[in-house]
């Protein structure tokens, strides 16, 4: 169950979106549940036209059986389960870190947000407005503070 450990995001058929956490018995609980965990994720024999390794999700309390797994690796080493049930439900969950436990890294383009520069202190540069991206709150501060003299 080591290869299941870790944090996913949720997409149920329903556009339903949430954070479940697998644990390294298997043990699936899902944020904001402050229940038990009711559901456990176990080993299964995939089948034979199965490329996929296969797991089961099962009832914590009585064992029954409540959907079958299926982990899903891209080239790039990300890894989504696809959750089947019986009656024909899906769910897809998509893995939020690294094998090691690392956040994963999402590529931005450059540029991709522009930087917003506010003034700092009016005096500095004698009497040239100084320019930091400390932020637009120590800009209002400021300006405010000007304002009252």
């Keep these: 169950m080591a290869a299941l ?3 996913w995001i949720l997409e149920a058929e329903n556009d339903e979106t949430n954070f ?3 644990d390294s018995c298997g043990t699936v609980s899902v944020a ?4 038990a965990p009711e559901a456990k994720l176990t080993e299964a024999e995939a089948p034979a036209d199965n490329p996929w390794q296969c797991f089961k999700l099962v009832s914590v309390e009585t064992g029954e059986q409540l959907c079958a797994v299926e982990l ?3 080239d790039d080493g990300s890894q989504e389960l696809l959750l089947l049930g019986a009656d024909g439900y899906r769910e897809k969950w998509r893995r939020t870190s690294g094998s090691d ?3 994963k890294i999402v590529s931005r383009k450059a540029a991709c947000f522009p930087r917003r520069w506010t ?3 009016p ?3 004698a009497g040239q407005p100084g320019f930091s991206s400390k932020g637009r709150e ?3 501060k400021e300006e405010d503070s000007m304002a009252g003299s």
Excluded: K
């Design 5 to 7: 450990q870790g944090r």
């Design 20 to 22: 479940v956490v697998v």
């Design 32 to 35: 904001g549940d402050d229940q």
């Design 72 to 74: 899903h690796e891209s």
């Design 101 to 103: 436990g690392s956040p």
């Design 119 to 121: 003034r700092e202190n």
């Design 123 to 125: 005096s500095s540069s």
């Design 138 to 140: 120590a800009s209002i």
